[in-house]
T-cell receptor, first 115, second 114 residues
Framework: DTEVTQTPKHLVMGMTNKKSLKCEQHMGHRAMYWYKQKAKKPPELMFVYSYEKLSINESVPSRFSPECPNSSLLNLHLHALQPEDSALYLC??????????????FGPGTRLTVT | DQQVKQNSPSLSVQEGRISILNCDYTNSMFDYFLWYKKYPAEGPTFLISISSIKDKNEDGRFTVFLNKSAKHLSLHIVPSQPGDSAVYFCAASEYGGSQGNLIFGKGTKLSVKP
């Protein structure tokens, strides 16, 4: 199984709402990632979890709160977002350590619109 | 400052011909390079990778070439098919760098015409 799944596929939320994005992988990977991608731009790394511990937070505002309940699941909790946070949010996973750890496998993304 | 550059925003190729996508980098500490393919409204799909100890890696119709002295890599697709039409991202990682720290280029949109 080489699939990373993400739910929901689309999300529209107001600036006062609280919502969560979910990601799941069953490839036995122990590193999971959240990226943000705006139109016609490359993916931008937000967070990295390695062995269920947050290892990288790329200066992301606190209105984004990641959570890794277990080695297969990754959540991104959203609260008080701004319209400029509208983007495609991508989850990815990879091995930890060794050459193949560079190869990240991405989910289909959640298209988020903040109104 | 962009460390990974894809200077061609778009490329159009006839079906059956070769597609060559180029990527340049500035950081000599990069030691692993990857190509991803992305369709609209989908996540990037890993295509092929190459370690800095190699100069070529081949997988079916896809071949990646690495020229370390020129800090340049290219992806060759032969023969090109209409289903190859997508945005292709080049990415690089630094040995000893933080887990998962892939640096992406801005992408090249490939159109393969029947």
């Amino acid at each position: 199984d080489t699939e990373v799944t993400q739910t929901p596929k689309h999300l529209v939320m107001g600036m006062t709402n609280k919502k969560s994005l979910k990601c799941e992988q069953h490839m036995g990977h122990r590193a999971m990632y959240w990226y943000k991608q705006k139109a016609k731009k490359p993916p931008e790394l937000m967070f990295v979890y390695s062995y269920e511990k947050l290892s990288i937070n790329e200066s992301v505002p606190s209105r984004f709160s990641p959570e890794c309940p277990n080695s297969s699941l990754l959540n991104l909790h959203l609260h008080a977002l701004q319209p400029e946070d509208s983007a495609l949010y991508l989850c990815a996973s990879s091995q930890v350590g060794g050459g193949r750890s560079y190869e990240q496998y991405f989910g289909p993304g959640t298209r988020l619109t903040v109104t | 400052d962009q460390q990974v550059k894809q200077n061609s925003p778009s490329l159009s190729v006839q079906e059956g011909r070769i597609s060559i996508l180029n990527c340049d980098y500035t950081n000599s500490m990069f030691d692993y390079f990857l190509w991803y393919k992305k369709y609209p409204a989908e996540g990037p799909t890993f295509l092929i990778s190459i370690s800095s100890i190699k100069d070529k890696n081949e997988d079916g119709r896809f071949t990646v070439f690495l020229n370390k002295s020129a800090k340049h890599l290219s992806l060759h697709i032969v023969p090109s098919q209409p289903g190859d039409s997508a945005v292709y991202f080049c990415a690089a990682s630094e040995y000893g760098g933080s887990q998962g720290n892939l640096i992406f280029g801005k992408g090249t949109k490939l159109s393969v015409k029947p």
